[in-house]
């Protein structure tokens, strides 16, 4: 077993460290103060790859292994987990469209999504179905050559701002079969966006509910065939989730390294913080649960590329767990700072905030248990 990283991995990790010094830290806080959505650093971003990491060659993307926009999205979320977040679920529906998209679809957004031009946003909340995403209920009806939707989308981000939707919605029976994903040009009639949702944190990046009134799209937007829309929204949270436990431990190294900074330079009692053993021994912990989340979040990486049975619990359990203990490590990394901490000089209280809401979304970290109990004890599955 060898956990070294290659030489073009460790390039790539630069690049992104380097743009994420230039292009993210300096804007950060004004981003999440003034809630700016940076669309065109979205636009620099692809221009690097990073919008079509894990995406495939033939839209333009760089067809990546998963471990390696980790590594991407790792560095930017060290200055800034809200805007690398966003940038982990345009990666994520881009990589759905030019998995599953018709030919046409493929062509129209492939290109543009891939280059950062055209951003999308993924849409499975509903305001009736949130941990049970399965009970959805936008209709899409086929109507000759069209599909029409109807219904509602919650909390979908980057609405309002994005060009494209990936879509779930009802076109059969109840449950997961009767789901189909479709690709929706963001601006069709009869969408509209609801108010802009008031956030903890993740502010750079906009919430908003979404409803479809007879929305007509034409059918080779579909996504694969009817029913497969859950399969795919599920096989895209797989790698969802460990994109966003992955901007855990991005913001987790963030205040890692500035509580390491800040004990060398504050003093009290005479002596440098670095001389208390209670801090000391918080800061081994924040670096030792990194590590350990960063090695979890790297293993699930490498089962769903190698397309591991178990690759979904091996996620699930990743997300589970570098969300809570990089969340404890962001906090730890606050009371390191004492007062400074609390205050929006330092960037310890938006990692905070920031990173508060991975514990909640692509599946709560409660779904996170629920998924790998599942396995383990209905399905027997033999996980070690
Ligand atoms: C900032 C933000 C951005 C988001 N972006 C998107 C997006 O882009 N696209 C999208 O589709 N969705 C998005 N979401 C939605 C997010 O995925 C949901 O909020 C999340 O899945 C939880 O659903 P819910 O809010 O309806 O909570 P509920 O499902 O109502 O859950 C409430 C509580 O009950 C618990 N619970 C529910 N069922 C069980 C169970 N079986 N066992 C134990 N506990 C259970 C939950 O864990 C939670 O603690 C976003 C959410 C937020 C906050």
Same mark, same amino acid.
């Given at each position: 077993?060898?956990?070294?990283?290659?030489?073009?991995?460790?390039?790539?990790?630069?690049?992104?460290?380097?743009?994420?010094?230039?292009?993210?830290?300096?804007?950060?806080?004004?981003?999440?103060?003034?809630?700016?959505?940076?669309?065109?650093?979205?636009?620099?971003?692809?221009?690097?790859?990073?919008?079509?990491?894990?995406?495939?060659?033939?839209?333009?993307?760089?067809?990546?292994?998963?471990?390696?926009?980790?590594?991407?999205?790792?560095?930017?979320?060290?200055?800034?987990?809200?805007?690398?977040?966003?940038?982990?679920?345009?990666?994520?529906?881009?990589?759905?469209?030019?998995?599953?998209?018709?030919?046409?679809?493929?062509?129209?957004?492939?290109?543009?999504?891939?280059?950062? *031009?055209?951003? #999308?946003?993924?849409? =499975?909340?509903?305001? @009736?179905? &949130?941990?049970?995403? %399965?009970?959805?209920?936008?209709?899409?009806?086929?109507?000759?050559?069209?599909?029409?939707?109807?219904?509602?989308?919650?909390?979908?981000?980057?609405?309002?701002?994005?060009?494209?939707?990936?879509?779930?919605?009802?076109?059969?029976?109840?449950?997961?079969?009767?789901?189909?994903?479709?690709?929706?040009?963001?601006?069709?009639?009869?969408?509209?966006?609801?108010?802009?949702?008031?956030?903890?944190?993740?502010?750079?990046?906009?919430?908003?509910?979404?409803?479809?009134?007879?929305? *007509?799209?034409? #059918?080779?937007?579909? =996504?694969?065939?009817? @029913?497969? &829309?859950?399969?795919? %929204?599920?096989?895209?949270?797989?790698?969802?989730?460990?994109?966003?436990?992955?901007?855990?431990?991005?913001?987790?190294?963030?205040?890692?390294?500035?509580?390491?900074?800040?004990?060398?330079?504050?003093?009290?009692?005479?002596?440098?913080?670095?001389?208390?053993?209670?801090?000391?021994?918080?800061?081994?912990?924040?670096?030792?649960?990194?590590?350990?989340?960063?090695?979890?979040?790297?293993?699930?990486?490498?089962?769903?590329?190698?397309?591991?049975?178990?690759?979904?619990?091996?996620?699930?359990? #990743?997300?589970?767990?570098?969300?809570?203990?990089?969340?404890?490590?962001?906090?730890?990394?606050?009371?390191?700072?004492?007062?400074?901490?609390?205050?929006?000089?330092?960037?310890?209280?938006?990692?905070?905030?920031?990173?508060?809401?991975?514990?909640?979304?692509?599946?709560?970290?409660?779904?996170?248990?629920?998924?790998?109990?599942?396995?383990?004890?209905?399905?027997?599955?033999?996980?070690?």
């Amino acid at each position: 077993m060898d956990f070294r990283l290659s030489d073009e991995q460790q390039a790539f990790a630069q690049a992104a460290r380097d743009f994420a010094a230039g292009e993210l830290e300096p804007h950060a806080a004004r981003w999440d103060a003034e809630g700016i959505f940076p669309r065109s650093t979205f636009t620099r971003a692809g221009q690097l790859g990073f919008c079509a990491i894990y995406a495939p060659e033939s839209i333009g993307g760089l067809g990546l292994p998963r471990l390696d926009a980790t590594l991407v999205f790792e560095e930017m979320a060290a200055v800034d987990p809200s805007t690398a977040a966003f940038l982990t679920i345009h990666n994520m529906a881009t990589w759905m469209i030019g998995s599953w998209g018709s030919d046409t679809v493929r062509e129209n957004w492939g290109p543009a999504l891939a280059s950062g *031009e055209k951003l #999308a946003s993924y849409c =499975l909340t509903e305001p @009736g179905s &949130g941990s049970d995403a %399965a009970s959805l209920s936008t209709r899409a009806e086929k109507r000759g050559a069209a599909y029409v939707l109807n219904g509602s989308k919650a909390f979908i981000s980057g609405a309002g701002d994005t060009d494209v939707l990936v879509v779930m919605a009802r076109t059969g029976d109840a449950g997961p079969k009767g789901v189909s994903a479709f690709v929706v040009p963001a601006d069709t009639a009869g969408i509209s966006y609801g108010r802009k949702e008031q956030k903890m944190g993740w502010n750079s990046q906009s919430t908003r509910p979404i409803s479809f009134e007879n929305v *007509e799209i034409p #059918a080779d937007c579909l =996504l694969g065939r009817e @029913g497969d &829309g859950f399969k795919f %929204a599920m096989q895209g949270l797989d790698g969802g989730r460990i994109n966003i436990a992955t901007c855990s431990v991005g913001a987790a190294q963030g205040a890692y390294e500035a509580a390491r900074r800040y004990m060398g330079e504050r003093k009290q009692f005479g002596q440098t913080l670095a001389g208390f053993q209670a801090l000391q021994f918080k800061l081994v912990d924040m670096l030792t649960h990194i590590v350990a989340s960063r090695q979890m979040v790297r293993l699930a990486a490498a089962k769903l590329d190698a397309k591991d049975p178990d690759a979904s619990s091996y996620c699930a359990m #990743a997300k589970r767990l570098a969300t809570d203990l990089c969340f404890q490590a962001c906090l730890d990394g606050q009371q390191i700072h004492g007062g400074y901490g609390y205050l929006k000089d330092y960037p310890l209280e938006r990692l905070v905030r920031d990173t508060r809401v991975h514990q909640i979304l692509e599946g709560t970290n409660e779904i996170m248990r629920v998924i790998v109990a599942r396995q383990i004890l209905e399905k027997g599955a033999d996980i070690r």
